[in-house]
T-cell receptor, first 114, second 115 residues
Framework: AQKVTQAQTEISVVEKEDVTLDCVYE???????LFWYKQPPSGELVFLIR??????QNEISGRYSWNFQKSTSSFNFTITASQVVDSAVYFC???????????FGTGTRLKVLA | DAGVIQSPRHEVTEMGQEVTLRCKPI?????LFWYRQTMMRGLELLIY????????DSGMPEDRFSAKMPNASFSTLKIQPSEPRDSAVYFC?????????????FGDGTRLSIL
């Protein structure tokens, strides 16, 4: 069965600290994709990144970076120099094999304190 | 480009009333998804359509829920009769299927409260 685990329920950091959000997944597929979404306090779900299983290079976008490691089945998300606007719930998601249904993790609530 | 548009943003109604939620997907997207989000159960996929045809409705909780997609630019999710336990945020998302696992783009959601 496929599964996504976000063990960190809530994280609080002080502004300008770096923070890493963990995502561990289970799948038997040899080819798969992983996604990260952000849900700010306003409630909408915002797509952040898609990564396929063929590409284990780290991805960096501004203060955001993603570390994909197939050996540990992890797709972790790091925010460098966090800001108050980064406060949100972050979800990791894995499409189920053969369908377009996402399995979402339970989310990690990040609070960045000024 | 306009994103996924949902209406209404908020709905408060009394138990037993019919509720209709609306969604306009991103133009050109060929798949549409309805989700429900609650604190207890997180994000649940209710149903999804591909080319206006329902593909998987296994997440629809019961017969009180129905969804339609009469054309490529409009979908509704209806609850009749509504119950307090239906209170949740309902999201619509659209995607371009065909190329595997394109991201789903979500609307702002409808916050539904059933009194």
């Amino acid at each position: 069965a496929q599964k996504v685990t976000q063990a960190q329920t809530e994280i609080s950091v002080v502004e300008k600290e770096d923070v890493t959000l963990d995502c561990v997944y289970e799948t038997r597929d040899t080819t798969y994709y992983l996604f990260w979404y952000k849900q700010p306090p306003s409630g909408e779900l915002v797509f952040l990144i898609r990564r396929n299983s063929f590409d284990e290079q780290n991805e960096i976008s501004g203060r955001y970076s993603w570390n994909f490691q197939k050996s540990t089945s992890s797709f972790n998300f790091t925010i460098t120099a966090s800001q108050v606007v980064d406060s949100a719930v972050y979800f990791c998601a894995l499409p189920t094999s053969g369908t377009y249904k996402y399995i979402f993790g339970t989310g990690t609530r990040l609070k960045v304190l000024a | 480009d306009a994103g996924v548009i949902q209406s209404p943003r908020h709905e408060v109604t009394e138990m037993g009333q019919e509720v209709t939620l609306r969604c306009k997907p991103i133009s050109g997207h060929n798949s549409l998804f309805w989700y429900r989000q609650t604190m207890m159960r997180g994000l649940e996929l209710l149903i999804y359509f591909n080319n206006n045809v329902p593909i998987d409705d296994s997440g629809m909780p019961e017969d009180r829920f129905s969804a339609k997609m009469p054309n490529a630019s409009f979908s509704t999710l209806k609850i009749q009769p509504s119950e307090p336990r239906d209170s949740a945020v309902y999201f619509c998302a659209s995607s371009l299927l065909g190329t595997p696992y394109q991201p789903q783009h979500f609307g702002d959601g409808t916050r539904l409260s059933i009194l």
